[in-house]
């Protein structure tokens, strides 16, 4: 089964400390797609990344960076001097590619709530 | 470009009313997706549609719930009777090309049955 695990709950960080967003998946696929949404306080949900399960290099933007690894199937997200406005939930997803799985299913870790005080 | 739009923004109902989703996807996108988001269960898919058919329908909760779309920019994700552990947030979101691609969210819409 096909499971996106968030450990943190709650990070709460002053502006311009560096922080880092856990993600760890499972799947038996080898075929599938990583994502991180972002989810301020107004609900919607706004796309940041999708990582292809063949493509490890890391990824930087602007002050986002993640970090792909296969062999611990971690997909962490590192937001640098961190500003009030990443105040969010954040969100990691699994979606699998290969037919006869739900390849439409984006499978959703429970988020982490992110706090950054001025 | 317009992103995806649902309508209403919020519904406040009683219990077993019908309660009617709409969505817009973003013009040219061949993949629309009904998600529901509760404290209890987090993101959970409903139903997603490519080019307009069903594909994987999964997700509904239980024959009160279902869903449409009868032409490439509108869908309905209708509730009836509604009951209140239907309360949530319903989002959709449309991706272009594959399932698997980059899903564009709209703004959800909260729905309260009382």
């Known amino acids: 089964a096909q499971k996106v695990t968030q450990a943190q709950t709650e990070i709460s960080v002053v502006e311009k400390e560096d922080v880092t967003l856990d993600c760890v998946y499972e799947?038996?696929?080898?075929?599938?797609?990583l994502f991180w949404y972002k989810q301020p306080p107004s609900g919607e949900l706004v796309f940041l990344i999708r990582?292809?399960?063949?493509?490890?290099q890391n990824e930087i933007s602007g002050r986002y960076s993640w970090n792909f690894q296969k062999s611990t199937s971690s997909f962490n997200f590192t937001i640098t001097a961190s500003q009030v406005v990443d105040s969010a939930v954040y969100f990691c997803?699994?979606?699998?590619?290969?037919?006869?799985?739900?390849?439409?299913?984006?499978?959703f870790g429970k988020g982490t709530k992110l706090s950054v005080k001025p | 470009d317009a992103g995806v739009i649902q309508s209403p923004r919020h519904e406040v109902t009683e219990m077993g009313q019908e309660v009617t989703l709409r969505c817009k996807p973003i013009?040219?996108?061949?993949?629309l997706f009904w998600y529901r988001q509760t404290m209890m269960r987090g993101l959970e898919l409903l139903i997603y549609?490519?080019?307009?058919?069903?594909?994987?329908d999964s997700g509904m909760p239980e024959d009160r719930f279902s869903a449409k779309m009868p032409n490439a920019s509108f869908s309905t994700l209708k509730i009836q009777p509604s009951e209140p552990r239907d309360s949530a947030v319903y989002f959709c979101?449309?991706?272009?090309?594959?399932?698997?691609?980059?899903?564009?969210f709209g703004p959800g819409t909260r729905l309260t049955v009382t």
């Open positions: 990582r292809n399960s063949f493509d490890e």
């Open positions: 997803a699994l979606i699998l590619t290969s037919y006869g799985g739900s390849q439409g299913n984006l499978i």
């Open positions: 013009s040219g996108h061949d993949y």
């Open positions: 799947t038996r696929d080898t075929t599938y797609y």
């Open positions: 979101a449309s991706s272009l090309g594959a399932p698997s691609g980059e899903q564009y």
């Open positions: 549609f490519n080019n307009n058919v069903p594909i994987d």
